[in-house]
Structure formats: C-alpha cells, structure tokens
C-alpha cells in the first residue's frame, strides 16, 4: 500500500493494489467477451450474406393439373356420310337384270350387286328362249320414260362398261315380254356373269362396297 499523503495533509484511502488488478481482470473479460459475441455476429453476417433468411417453411399452393369430364354434356355426333359417286344416276327409272348366259343365279346375283349402291331393283328373270345365250352385256332403256336413257347408261358405267345400250324394242327380250313397269333391261351376257360390280368397276363402286 502506498502511506503518501495529499496536499491537505489528510491521509489518503488506500486501495490494496489486488483489488486493483481484480478490477483490471475483470475488465478484460468483459472486453473479450463482447469481442468473441462481435466477431460471432460478423461471421454469422458474412455467412448468411447470400440473402438467406432463417425461418420457419412457408408452405407453398399445390397447383393440380387435371381434366375433369363433364358427365352431364351431350355426347358428340358424328354425322354418317354416304359415299356417292359422280356420275351415277339411280333415280326415275327401274332396273331389270335378266339372264342371258345359263349361268345359275347370275341375274340374281347382280340384281343384288346393283340394289346395293343405289339403283332401284326390279324382279331378276330370265332371256326369252330366243335370244338363249350372248357373249356380250347389252343395256335397254324405255324412250317413254324421260330418265330411262341415264338410268341406262348409269347402270353400264357400272357394269364397267357396256358396248351397247339401246332403246327397248317390243316385245322385251325377255320370258315374260315385259318389264313389268321398269324402264332398264340388263341382258347379262357371259362376260359379265357371276362377277361382281367390285370385280367389273371397282371406281364406280362406294368403298364400302368394295371392301365387303
């Protein structure tokens, strides 16, 4: 301790100088402390420089993609169309197919063939006894029927061709001698027997047709 004395002559307090440095440690200490607390904010600073901010997550909306059908909405319809081929006539006259060929059912046959793409069909017959067998197709119209003649030449389009096509003499060449009202008498030859228009015209025939 130091035993000086002030100017007034008093005797000054004295201080134990281990209090002194106690005071100083102490000091220290608390200094570090605040510079260890400093640096550990600044680090944590320089870290978390990227923009990153700590937190509890935010949830993020789900956006869900989905197609919902309407279970209530009208189907849609597709409208069926029919194939048509240019050129074809089938209305305003009647067509007969009569066998000139001893072919078994070769009338019927393409009484059918010609009834499936459109031409109104009369009653298949036979060829009268004297005209019996031709080698070639021959297509007769009624000139008092006006769309008799484009009937006819319809029907030999479809035919895939037809040589002759001429006005019906009297009596039709056919058993009966008569068409019943018809205005067209297919006499089916041997060229064109037990064939089918598919086989004879595939161009004149609907797709349809042709595939079945």
């Known amino acids: 301790m130091s035993d000086s004395r002030d100017a007034s002559g008093q005797m000054p307090r004295r201080v134990p100088r281990n209090q002194q440095a106690q005071v100083s440690g102490g000091l220290a200490i608390v200094l570090a402390a605040v510079a260890v607390i400093a640096g550990f904010l600044i680090l944590r600073s320089i870290a978390g420089g990227d923009g990153v901010v700590d937190g509890p997550a935010v949830a993020q909306p789900s956006v869900e993609t989905s197609t919902t059908l309407d279970a209530g909405a ?44 459109g031409y109104q069909m009369g009653t298949p017959t036979n060829a009268s006894a004297s005209i019996g067998k031709i080698d070639l197709t021959v297509v007769y119209f009624d000139p008092g029927i006006p769309s008799a003649q484009a009937v006819a030449e319809s029907v030999a389009r479809s035919l895939g061709g037809v040589s002759s096509i001429a006005p019906l003499p009297t009596p039709a060449p056919t058993q009966t001698g008569s068409l019943d009202g018809s205005g067209v008498l297919v006499m089916l030859g041997i060229d064109k027997a037990g064939r089918t228009l598919a086989e004879l015209a595939p161009d004149m025939v609907p797709a349809q047709d042709a595939a079945g």
């Open 74 to 117: 009208a189907p849609t319809t597709i409208p069926a169309t029919t194939t048509t081929i240019a050129g074809m006539v089938t209305d305003g006259a009647s067509v007969v197919v009569a066998n000139a060929n001893a072919v078994n059912g070769s009338a019927g046959l393409m009484s059918s063939e010609l009834g499936a793409v």
